[in-house]
């Protein structure tokens, strides 16, 4: 007799053919934002803010600066929208210039230190309530750990997490976004892997 965690199992293939479908329609809104349909941008905005805010918020560790930069992503989107290949996979495009929007506020922000936090070195971790969106259905007290853990990671191993575990991309979209080779990517991963397991308090079953 199988369990009920058993039955709630998601069937082998599922979340390929959900990710499929989900990139397929992202990708019929971006030919429509290409043809000069501005209710499709609105469109490609819904599906896909939520997670770019999440992936920026888990770098930035910051709710409101995660919102700003959300709002200039798809506003640098919008007026990059010619340089798109068309047929090419629509969300690396995305993340990459959610990434490059991060970037370019880093350096003006180290060039302006008084946007730091209260301490001058770093900005102060998110709270629970601010977690990546792939995070947010953990038990709190996991959550709270899993947080600072990411706060704690090396930005390179955190933009790996993010990308694989929190957004669901691919290893070979994530490099690409990233601008590394895939090997070095899944190594970055590994490593912010087992720094989380730590934090969390998980161990390798062995």
Do not use: N
């Not at 690396?92 to 991060?102: C, D, G, L, M, N």
């Not at 996991?142 to 957004?167: F, I, M, N, T, Y």
């Amino acid at each position: 007799m199988s369990s009920r965690a058993d039955d709630e199992r998601p069937e082998p293939g599922r979340a390929k053919l959900d990710v499929s479908a989900r990139s397929a329609a992202l990708d019929a809104r971006m030919e429509a934002v290409l043809s000069g349909d501005a209710r499709a941008f609105e469109g490609l905005y819904r599906a896909l803010a939520p997670r770019v805010r999440g992936f920026l918020r888990g770098l930035c560790g910051d709710e409101r600066t995660a919102e700003d930069l959300t709002q200039t992503t798809f506003l640098k989107i919008h007026r990059a929208r010619s340089t798109y290949q068309r047929g090419a996979p629509v969300e690396p495009w995305v993340f990459a210039i959610a990434r490059r929007t991060w970037l370019d506020h880093r350096r003006s922000r180290r060039r302006h230190p008084e946007d730091l936090s209260a301490d001058g070195v770093v900005p102060e971790p998110a709270s629970r309530d601010e977690a990546a969106e792939g995070f947010d259905r953990l038990d709190p007290a996991v959550a709270d750990a899993l947080q600072a853990g990411l706060a704690a990671l090396p930005e390179a191993q955190r933009e790996a997490v993010l990308l694989l575990k929190a957004e669901g991309l691919s290893v070979a979209d994530a490099a690409q976004i990233v601008g590394v080779t895939p090997g070095a990517l899944k190594v970055r991963a590994h490593r912010g892997y087992e720094a989380l397991r730590k934090a969390i308090g998980l161990r390798r079953q062995t």
